[in-house]
């Protein structure tokens, strides 16, 4: 094995010891695939906020193909019942492009994970936490239980679950193994999914609709296949399966958080080599893409409370060492 393999592997091990697996490609032809901490190509991992870049693709597609208009519709448009608060008309002007860029804004000051998680209705518990007095500011406020919306707009629109949209639309095309829906009913359930070592499926609330901010979970390889499809403007095996024009404008700057552009819940990364952009979820999980070197760096981790950055491990150590 080549040292510089030797080294890197020892340095996972070390350094960044919540790694489950890493998959390199490059001109679309796998370079590097590696297993740490007894996983294997075949065991998924909960791929925590990578979630919401999968919703991204899957709203793209809902546009391309009518169920949507434009990122431009109004939220409420998709639940005419809901009920407006006497006085709130902030929520009345929220879009799917503030949901997609995160600019949306909500009635909190730290995200009530617990309380909308105990809620029967997931969706209808973070509409009740969207808007505010300060009306639409454009400022970035990243929210979990916000992006909840776009799981039910999806089953609005559509008319299916999220998942069987996903696996007809994205998961299947690709050869994707479809993920079971699984139910938690409690907090403890939540943390136990969270830390838990070998997740599967894909989590539901009591109305069995799918996780948007979280909650699916995906081996390297289902990771490494959707880099690739955005690498290569939508298209898998020769079908296009996301339209081209949705891609580049996902992972164009349309909000930012501090120095980091972002997307339609995508990442956008400045590096030396040039502009790449992530999914990036809680422990580490990654889809980083770099257009430029035709590189794709798939990565999932077990949760930690403090994980080393893996963005400097991919840019730093990764890319230079397979470019």
Not at 46 to 56: G, L
Request: proline share 3%; with cysteine.
């Amino acid at each position: 094995m080549d040292e510089k393999i030797i080294g890197f592997e020892k340095q996972i091990k070390t350094e960044y010891n919540n790694v489950t697996g890493v998959i390199v490609l490059k001109n679309g032809r796998m370079v590097y695939e590696g297993y740490f901490n007894g996983y294997t190509s075949q065991d998924t991992v909960h791929v925590m906020s990578v979630t919401k870049s999968i919703i991204s693709a899957l709203i793209g597609i809902a546009i391309d193909k009518g169920y949507i208009k434009d990122v431009d519709q109004k939220v409420l448009e998709f639940f005419p019942e809901y009920t407006v608060k006497r006085g709130e008309k902030t929520i009345q002007e929220v879009t799917l492009r503030h949901m997609l860029t995160m600019t949306a804004p909500y009635k909190y000051r730290s995200e009530p994970y617990t309380k909308v998680y105990k809620s029967d209705d997931w969706t209808k518990a973070a509409l009740d936490l969207l808007g505010g007095r300060s009306g639409i500011t454009g400022e970035f406020k990243y929210s979990t239980v916000g992006a909840q919306i776009l799981s039910g707009i999806l089953v609005r629109a559509t008319g299916r679950s999220v998942l069987d949209f996903a696996a007809e639309n994205l998961l299947v095309p690709m050869d994707i193994a479809v993920p079971q829906s699984k139910e938690i009913r409690d907090k403890e359930e939540h943390i136990s999914f969270i830390k838990s070592k070998y997740s599967s499926g894909w989590i539901v609330d009591k109305t069995g609709v799918n996780t948007a901010g979280w909650g699916l979970c995906l081996t390297p390889r289902d990771m490494a296949k959707v880099g690739e499809l955005y690498l290569n403007g939508g298209i898998y095996h020769g079908r296009q399966i996301l339209a081209s024009n949705w891609i580049e404008e996902s992972t164009k700057e349309k909000s930012r958080w501090g120095e980091l552009p972002y997307g339609y819940l995508w990442w956008i990364i400045p590096t030396k080599s040039g502009l790449c952009y992530a999914a990036i979820g809680d422990g580490g999980n990654m889809i980083f893409v770099h257009p430029v070197k035709k590189m794709v760096v798939a990565l999932t981790a077990l949760f930690s409370l403090r994980p080393n950055n893996k963005l400097e491990l991919v840019t730093e150590h990764i890319i230079p060492m397979f470019e």
